[in-house]
């Protein structure tokens, strides 16, 4: 005897499909989950039971199938920038004071593994695919392709510690860290401050109902621990939000430059930094194995500028050096 993988009814060896669910069998048992409503779906599924949904179509190739996880985006080597118009927002839960950004760029994607591996010659990822987002990345080793794409783009580097701007002579666990200063003039790439990166998450507007950037429907916008499988997915496989930024809520979590306090800044804000001190850096945005609430627009945590994980990865933003920051 058998069991359907779907519904865990008893079958016989020979069964090709589950006489109660109708899932296949044998070769073809391949669960997903739709998109939209996250119900899970037999791999022959054209449209969801339960909100009609149309549904990716599954390749056959023997044994090994995968769901056409194709991105919506065309990805280069190196990402590509969206503007962020500045402009003013409540930060957090809605009881700090107002802050005001003035306009940056932001990668329209998280940094893909592709995009890692051309800057820095190899690829630290668990979950391998060209097209997943780079993670089991470090806070240092981000700071670090940043520099690096920066120098290879012709760009002056925002990060230096005391006169050097190439730092991968520097270990992650080296105190020497607690001295890196960002020129928020250069025009070089670097990692979103917290404030920047909310601010992009809940698309640019001062007041957004969404608790998921771009739609309060998580499974439309995000992969998340209900809906990802146990996996990373290729980037920008899901809707963007209405600035056309891709998975800034699941996939994997997004380092920040800010280091990380238990709390906000009270008070009105323009362009803030963070903390001038700290043990931990922000991370945002939640990942393919968190629940709902920690994929928000305004849930915060913080992690070692030396830890790795393989929910863990960054996307990167340029300052408008026309304008004083």
Known sequence: MIKCVKCNTQLPDEAKFCFKCGFPVGVLEVCRSCSECGNTLSAVDKFCSQCGLPVKVIKTEGENQQTQDVPKVQLGKTPKMVLVPGGQFVMGGGSNGLVTLVSFHMSECLITQKQFSY??????????????????????????????????????????????????????????????????????????????????????????????????????VAWYGENSGITTHNVATKEPNSLKLYDMCGNVAEWCWDYYSATLASGSQTNPHGPTMGEMHVK?????????????????????????????GFRICRSEVSQTI
């Open 119 to 220: 800057v820095m010659g190899r690829n630290p990822s668990k979950l391998v695919g060209d097209d997943r987002p780079v993670e089991c990345v470090n806070w240092c080793e981000a700071i670090i392709y940043c520099n690096t794409l920066s120098a290879m783009s012709g760009l002056t580097p925002c990060y230096s510690i005391g006169p050097t701007t190439d730092l991968s002579k520097f270990e992650a666990t080296s105190p020497v860290w607690k001295r890196i200063v960002c020129n928020f003039t250069a025009n070089g790439f670097r990692l979103p401050t917290e404030a920047e990166w909310e601010f992009a998450a809940r698309e640019g507007k001062s007041l957004n109902t969404n608790i998921y950037s771009g739609s309060s429907n998580i499974n439309a």
């Open 284 to 312: 945002r945005g939640g990942s393919w194995l968190d629940d709902p609430q920690q994929c928000t627009v305004f849930y915060r945590s913080g992690s070692a500028p030396n830890g790795k994980s393989s929910s863990l």
